[in-house]
């Protein structure tokens, strides 16, 4: 039977002296990051946590987060780990919907007192964690009464993922679904026991999450940087940890890009880029591959509903520009209708996962759930990813865009993403995002560019169709981003009301 808490389990026996995990200037290793869960999963039972409880986290990256998710795995509770950012009405939302059991958190606890739910700081879980002690007698969570384990078909995390709701909906992963999807990532992208993974993305972000059990399996020591850090410090902080593998979102690409730009002849040491979350410009990966000799990029396309669907072999892109990949290993992807049906290739449809590394749903949405993760005449459910794409005669994925991210402009079916894309082709745009048009006004094309917004108009129509051409530009500084390093699209928004004068 394997469990999330047997990954570093088998790393403490493989990798006892290595390095497992750097973060807010501790280090553990793999032995005694699997010696502090244990004092952890302790720690949450005489704190009252018990199996199938909810244990929710606000809280930087820190060691921390790999001794409590592999703490609570030992004792079958349920993790919510959220992005130190939180704010109050969005705490009080998760408070509400998975009503946990205990709650860690240094400045947001009043709206858990107020449900009377239990408190602890992260000074008291720093404690439990990093005491002293030989690791081998660290003991087992059996050893505080536990009467049994969690089982694999037991749920361990759950993911808020915000998607195109109005609150975010938490994503049901359990013990089985997740070690298989980490087992069939490493397969492909193959970290190595010599790599340091540099992670500027945060925990509550799977894409960030999941590096820590993907240097688990491989024995990869994972430096916790920065959430979504895209400032100066990126380049000197690849070099000071000597990481050989950075997991980035476009914009952590891009920073890189223009600091090796200032810097021409920086070397750093990266072998490996990895890429999820939003599509990759490809001018960025041609930068970076001729300002760093021998990298390699493996772009992917997943979503939290199913961790990660495909995964291209590495630089895949340059012979088949545009793709995402294979779907991971004993897992199917594939297009389908409107009606359900499944398409040939080249047909464009909504790209859909079946596997072991379809999650179990929503927490407390079974409508919802119904319509998203179908149920047919297979084991697993069909999940429809609500992207549509096609896949080419080999099996290769290309994704076109979210269905939400497709509109129509004059009388013209339009894609977000391909737009953006065609933007960010352009010599003087180093960055681009379309607010889909409105009932007051066209579509609108937000570019950070130096140049004005008729020359980044004109310069479109050598990219895409006329018809496709967004009938206003906005030039801007900067965009804003998520926590996790994505554009915010609000945020966008509000920059067109206020330069509307709104």
Not at 27 to 53: F, I, P, Y
Not at 56 to 72: E, W
Not at 127 to 138: I, K, Y
């Amino acid at each position: 039977m394997t469990l999330l808490h047997d990954l570093i389990d088998a790393a403490a026996r493989d990798w006892p002296d290595r390095p497992a995990v750097t973060g807010a200037g501790t280090t553990l290793t793999h032995a005694r990051l699997a010696a502090a869960s244990r004092r952890v999963a302790r720690w949450l039972h005489d704190a009252g946590v018990r199996r199938g409880e909810r244990v929710v986290a606000v809280a930087p990256s820190s060691v921390l987060a790999p001794a409590l998710l592999y703490g609570a795995s030992r004792l079958g509770a349920v993790v919510s780990l959220l992005h130190e950012q939180t704010n109050e009405r969005a705490l009080e939302h998760v408070l509400d919907d998975c009503v946990p059991a205990l709650v860690v958190t240094d400045d947001l606890a009043e709206p858990a007192r107020a449900r009377h739910i239990p408190v602890a700081t992260t000074a008291e879980l720093t404690e439990c964690a990093l005491a002293s002690g030989d690791p081998g007698d660290a003991g087992d969570a059996e050893d505080a009464g536990v009467p049994s384990g969690p089982l694999t078909v037991d749920p361990v995390l759950l993911i808020y993922t915000s998607g195109t709701t109005s609150m975010p909906k938490a994503v049901v992963s359990t013990h089985q679904q997740v070690v298989f999807a980490v087992h069939a990532i490493q397969s492909v992208l193959r970290y190595r026991d010599s790599d340091v993974v540099y992670c500027p993305l945060p925990m509550s972000f799977d894409y960030g999450m999941y590096q820590l059990f993907l240097g688990a399996v491989s024995g990869a020591h994972v430096w916790l940087g920065r959430p979504a850090e895209v400032g100066p410090g990126l380049l000197s902080s690849l070099d000071s940890t000597k990481a050989t593998v950075l997991p980035a979102v476009p914009a952590v690409a891009e920073a890189l890009g223009r600091l090796l730009r200032r810097r021409p002849g920086a070397v750093t040491g990266l072998r490996l880029l990895t890429n999820t979350g939003a599509a990759m410009p490809a001018p960025v990966l041609s930068e970076l591959r001729a300002a760093i000799p021998g990298l390699r990029v493996q772009l992917m396309f997943g979503l939290t509903e199913c961790k990660r669907a495909t995964i291209a072999p590495p630089d895949a892109d340059l012979a088949r520009p545009g793709t995402s990949g294979l779907a991971l290993p004993g897992t199917e992807v594939f297009a389908v209708d409107e009606s359900g049906c499944r398409l040939g290739p080249g047909e464009t449809g909504e790209i859909t996962v079946r596997g072991p590394n379809v999650m179990s749903g929503y927490w407390r949405q079974p409508v919802l759930t119904a319509r998203r993760f179908v149920q047919r005449d297979g084991l697993f459910p069909e999940l429809r990813t609500g992207d549509h794409g096609w896949l080419d005669e080999d099996g290769y994925l290309y994704f076109i865009g979210r269905r939400d991210d497709l509109y129509k402009e004059r009388g013209f079916r339009v894609s977000a993403t391909e737009v953006e894309a065609a933007a960010r082709r352009l010599p003087a745009v180093s960055s681009a995002v379309v607010l889909p048009p409105a009932p007051d006004r066209p579509a609108v094309l937000v570019a950070v560019s130096d140049d004005p917004p008729d020359r980044i108009l004109a310069g479109m129509r050598q990219e895409i169709e006329e018809f496709k051409i967004p009938g206003r530009c906005l030039v801007v500084d900067r965009l804003p981003l998520t926590g996790n390093g994505k554009v915010d699209r609000t945020a966008v928004a509000a920059m067109l009301v206020e330069a509307d004068g709104g």
